[in-house]
């Protein structure tokens, strides 16, 4: 049977509202709770942005500290966590570690079935502040190496390198990831966060959400496509490979990692903040190679994009993320689970906002239709044969 419906993955179809986030792909314009993304990497910490997606108002200073002090107490894991991740094969990828850990900190929750704007919040709070130490923990783990217990004072970016290396960063370097840190926090309906609301649609609970999130996270077309990104920059080799490289992608019709994006076509902002923070840190480590290979990339690939297929094409989040990372010093398939523990900020405040919005924006069970194109024998459906007959 043949299909009437073109597959267009509900590009420009609005299913629900949200006071979250506001993706302006005609004016790469990103928004989260009425302010700018530009501002918010400059004049905002993480964890100011996670307390502003989850209460939805910017933090005043008593209340960073208070928020600030719940994170750090709750960085460390349940004990019986490390003892899982030990139990692991050493080669399972660390985005289905955080998956699976995610799924595994809901039997840890002592307030569950219980649900509660107040308990919700707390839920984001616990992941916001587990998961780095989830990451880290498997890096550590999975080299044979004890994991390292969170340093209490030092910031989430800090610890997060702290935890893996058992050294602190240089605080610049620190400064720039936790930047990275607030651009990946949030970006309204995209496939993730629209798993995750999915899930709490059904009023599952938020770990439920978090982990199918995760999941969608990791796949290359979406939070995946960094660690690709990174892989293809290593696989090219040079500045004067790019070309070649890129022309016979476009010959094949497979995909220029990290280019494109279903919304933004004139442009991704967080790329304007991403591409010299990239310069910086290759300048800081003394490595521009990868900065200056990814810029190529972008000029070389808009050029045969054009010329080839009469398309602009530009870059989005994953492309300049990946040098940077890589140039910090981090393992290529940490990329993905770093942008997952800032997400976890955006999926929790939609998880929030799917289960607690008032009447009038109160979102329902997702539920879509499909048209079946499958073998249909009649109104009685097909004969059903008895096994030793079949
Ligand atoms: C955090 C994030 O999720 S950001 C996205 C991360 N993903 C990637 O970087 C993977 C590479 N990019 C892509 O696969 C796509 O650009 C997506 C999935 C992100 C967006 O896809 P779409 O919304 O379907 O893009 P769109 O339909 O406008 O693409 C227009 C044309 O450009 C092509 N195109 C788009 N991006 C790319 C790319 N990176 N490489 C090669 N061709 C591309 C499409 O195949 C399409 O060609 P066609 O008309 O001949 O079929
Ligand atoms: O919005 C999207 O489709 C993908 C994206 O850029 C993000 O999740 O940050």
Redesign the pocket.
Known sequence: MDSAIKNI?L?GVVIASTKICDVDGANSRLVYRGYLIQDLAMEATFPEVAYLLIHDKMPDVHELVDFTNQLERNRYLPPNLICAMQTRPVSTPPMDILQACVALLAHHDDSLPENSPSLAKNRAMGLIAKLPTVVAAWTRIRQKLEPIDPMPGLSMAENFFYMITGEQPKRRLAELFDRALVLHAEHAF??STFAAREVASTRAHMYAAVSAAIGSLSG????G?NTRVMEMLKAIGSKEKIRPFVED??AKG?????????VY?NGDPRVEILRPMSKEVGEMVGDTCWYEMTQELETVGKALFKEK?G?D?FP???FYSASLYHTMGLPHDLFTPIFAMSRVAGWCAHVIEEQFADEAHKPVLYRPESEYIGTYCGPEGCTLIPMDKR
């Open positions: 993955g590009r995209n496939a290359e077309l979406h939070g496509a992608k476009l497979e995909l220029v990692m990290g280019l494109g994006h279903a076509k297929k398309i094409i989005n989040v994953d």
